[in-house]
């Protein structure tokens, strides 16, 4: 039973809007998450993480943000650009375990 | 971009016959990983290591095996390839974190696209 998903299997945004990915995850042992964006023919790239003693991280033009209590992460982008149309996973482990559990993917388009 | 190199980068081959893949990482990581993306499943944990000769499976290990005799090296072998092992297959290494956070992003290989015929 996969412990993380990612329900929206696609997005399409135009190019300066927001871009906003969600995961839910099952394991209350999870305590790390993050952001993979992946390219066709090339592997994942980590993007960003957060961990569970936060609820907010942000690195340029993406912010995750956790909500522990629903178990529920989420990825801005803003603004949307023509080169983050990707993949993205999300994943996530527990304090110690450095195997990754991935969600099934949200591909995103971002519309010139 | 982290040293991880993944050979070969294509590969076709026959139901039945065993097949290798090879993981090489110059970063002196502890940790690797052999995950499989499919459609519909996103990246699934196949086998990973430890360490030197420490091996543990993953959810989907069923019908591979995997050594690492050195650092650097990680191997991945179908036994007997079947049509369900058509797939990607990555490699990825973590390095150990200390202290209160214990845990590390993984660095991935370019994949390995392999089709079972």
């Known amino acids: 039973d996969q412990q993380v998903k990612q329900n929206s299997p696609s997005l399409s945004v135009q190019e300066g809007r927001i871009s906003i990915l969600n995961c839910d995850y099952t394991n209350s042992m999870f305590d790390y998450f993050l952001w993979y964006k992946k390219y066709p023919a090339e592997g994942p790239t980590f993007l960003i993480s957060?961990?569970?003693?936060?609820d907010k991280n942000e690195d340029g033009r993406f912010t995750v943000f956790l909500n522990k209590s629903a178990k529920h992460l989420s990825l801005h982008i803003v603004p949307s650009q023509p080169g983050d149309s990707a993949v993205y996973f999300c994943?996530?482990?527990?304090?110690?375990?450095?195997?990754?559990?991935f969600g099934a993917g949200t591909t995103v388009t971002v519309r010139a | 971009d982290a040293g991880i190199t993944q050979s070969p980068r294509h590969k076709v081959t026959e139901t039945g016959t065993p097949v290798t893949l090879r993981c090489h990482q110059t970063e002196n990581h502890r940790y690797m990983y052999w995950y499989r993306q499919d459609p519909g499943h996103g990246l699934r944990l196949i086998h990973y290591s430890y360490g030197v000769k420490d091996t543990d499976k993953g959810e989907v290990s069923d019908g591979y095996s995997v050594s690492r005799s050195k650092t650097e090296d990680f191997l991945l072998t179908l036994e007997s390839a079947t049509s369900s092992q058509t797939s990607v297959y990555f490699c990825a290494i973590s390095a150990e974190v200390t202290g209160e956070r214990g845990n590390a992003e993984a660095f991935f290989g370019q994949g390995t696209r392999l089709t079972v015929v």
């Open positions: 994943a996530a482990s527990s304090f110690g375990d450095y195997k990754l559990s």
């Open positions: 957060i961990s569970s003693i936060k």
